[in-house]
């Protein structure tokens, strides 16, 4: 339900940050937009994912995986925002799935959709501890601990965070902006150079053959965790103007975006190797201990020697862009929590700027929680914490696109608020049934996604499912449902 309220502060204010009224009005299209990019984190997805699909799924044609993974989160948007007209929640995902298959399965979709964000958080916070030490190291000769760089980066994020959307759009626009900018310088002049050693290649790359050569399932799975945080668009509902327009055309306009600027910048890369040597290099990089330089390596030969100082640091912004953008959807869902009773209220206040910023306290805290048994156990910051968190984010979101896909179906049968069978059914139905061919795929590739670990990844593929029925499970204990109103 929208609960969103305008007027003066003063005393009708303090009653609307204690009833916990998000600050409306404060995004347009393209604020949430670069929420949505940030927590892509393009230069990280590039660098990290792209030469592991290369080297590992389906080469040449990996570019074409990305192309299948956005039409997916296309498909799979079709219903999200035909819903997105008739529930504005800062819950998002769960606020759906609790409309569409009740209380229960909205609490436990609450419970998976928080693990996979802290997760994924926790995992950024990996990258960028390792990152962020190897540039003191290297430009200051300072011996910094990886965790010693989160641990700061925390505060930070929190302050931001609690300063209000305004400003962390601001911040993350910039960020974005950079690591998006140099990425098409690249792109572009490698286009209009026809290309690398063995021209553009387009069939070699686009062709069915290429794209279903190698291993394509994995190719999708890397593909698709480096789209998360698409959801970013429904959170922001509360505070974006005309949420009933402005939800969906970011929604749409992020998807493009994401998609296009992935499978192009992929297939230059590919072009600027030559199909034939792409693998081998990506291998190369990867055995070398350092996949980035599969991505930085074609970039400083075409825009100088430049970039090798300056792409550190942009993906070091660029996983800081990307942290806070998924604190703020942390914190964002234990506030409709809060705001709801399923956990203890104060969640659900607001500051003066009406930022969640108890909420995101409490998230900042969990980040810690998530981080610390990796610093004081000694454990690699990317091997570990990075490629686990990363496992598992992608896995429960998911999980969280199929039951929201069905929520739709569900919700539309029963409210009769939107007759449009595309809308309404098919492509939700869809996008159901892709989303769980996704979910085969990563279920049965999860090893080599988390770095090859077959005991962890059991581990870790069974806390999703595990996650989601204790929360459920937790909904329906008398305390809970009188609280909630049930």
């Not at 409309?99 to 399965?105: C, E, I, N, P, S």
């Not at 942290?323 to 964002?332: E, G, K, Q, V």
């Not at 005991?455 to 305390?479: E, H, K, Q």
Request: hydrophobic share 55%; net charge positive.
């Amino acid at each position: 339900m929208d609960t969103r309220t305008t007027g003066p502060e003063g005393a009708a204010g303090e009653a609307r940050r204690s009833s916990g009224t998000l600050k409306p009005d404060a995004l347009g299209v393209l604020g949430i937009v670069f929420f949505v990019l940030s927590a892509q984190a393009p230069l990280t997805g590039i660098a990290g994912a792209v030469p592991l699909a290369i080297a590992l799924g389906s080469g040449p044609g990996t570019p074409a995986a990305y192309l299948a993974a956005g039409a997916l989160v296309l498909l799979f948007s079709v219903g999200y925002v035909a819903m997105s007209r008739h529930v504005v929640d800062a819950g998002a995902f769960a606020g759906y799935i609790g409309r569409g298959l009740g209380d229960t399965a909205g609490t436990g979709g609450a419970g998976v959709a928080l693990f996979a964000y802290n997760a994924v958080q926790a995992a950024m916070y990996g990258l960028y501890g390792s990152m962020v030490s190897g540039l003191f190291a290297r430009y200051l000769g300072w011996d910094v601990p990886w965790w010693a760089c989160v641990l700061v980066t925390m505060a930070v994020v929190q302050l931001l965070g609690a300063a209000g959307v305004e400003m962390g759009a601001k911040v993350l626009a910039v960020f974005v902006l950079a690591e998006v900018g140099i990425l098409l310088a690249f792109g572009v002049l490698v286009l209009l150079r026809g290309g690398g050693p063995e021209g553009l290649a387009a069939t070699r790359t686009f062709a069915p053959s290429a794209a279903l050569g190698g291993a394509p399932g994995v190719a999708l799975m890397f593909a698709l965790a480096s789209m998360l945080g698409f959801e970013a668009t429904a959170i922001y509902g509360e505070e974006a103007r005309e949420p009933h327009k402005t939800v969906p055309r970011a929604t749409y306009l992020a998807g493009g975006v994401i998609t296009l600027f992935f499978a192009f910048t992929t297939w230059m890369l590919v072009s600027a190797y030559g199909p034939s040597k792409a693998v081998a290099a990506a291998g190369a990089a990867l055995a070398g201990g350092d996949a980035a330089v599969f991505v930085f390596a074609p970039i400083a030969e075409r825009l100088g020697g430049w970039t090798g100082d300056v792409l550190p640091f942009l993906l070091a912004t660029s996983l800081f862009a990307g942290i806070l953008a998924f604190h703020n959807s942390a914190n964002r869902y234990l506030f409709s929590l809060g705001r709801r009773r399923l956990l203890p209220g104060r969640l659900g206040r607001l500051n003066r700027r009406r930022s969640p910023a108890v909420a995101g306290a409490v998230q900042t805290a969990v980040a810690a929680v998530f981080v610390l048994p990796f610093a004081l156990t000694g454990k690699d910051p990317v091997l570990t914490l990075f490629s686990w968190g990363s496992g598992v984010a992608v896995l429960a979101i998911m999980l969280m696109y199929f039951l929201t896909s069905v929520s739709v179906i569900v919700f539309f049968r029963r409210e009769r608020l939107d007759d449009r069978l595309w809308h309404t059914v098919v492509a939700p139905g869809l996008g159901a049934l892709g989303v769980t061919a996704a979910i085969w795929l990563i279920v049965s590739n999860f090893t080599t996604l988390i770095g090859g670990d077959t005991a962890a990844a059991t581990v870790l593929a069974a806390s999703v499912p595990v996650v989601f029925l204790v929360c459920a499970g937790l909904s329906r204990l008398p305390a809970a449902r009188a609280a909630a109103g049930d």
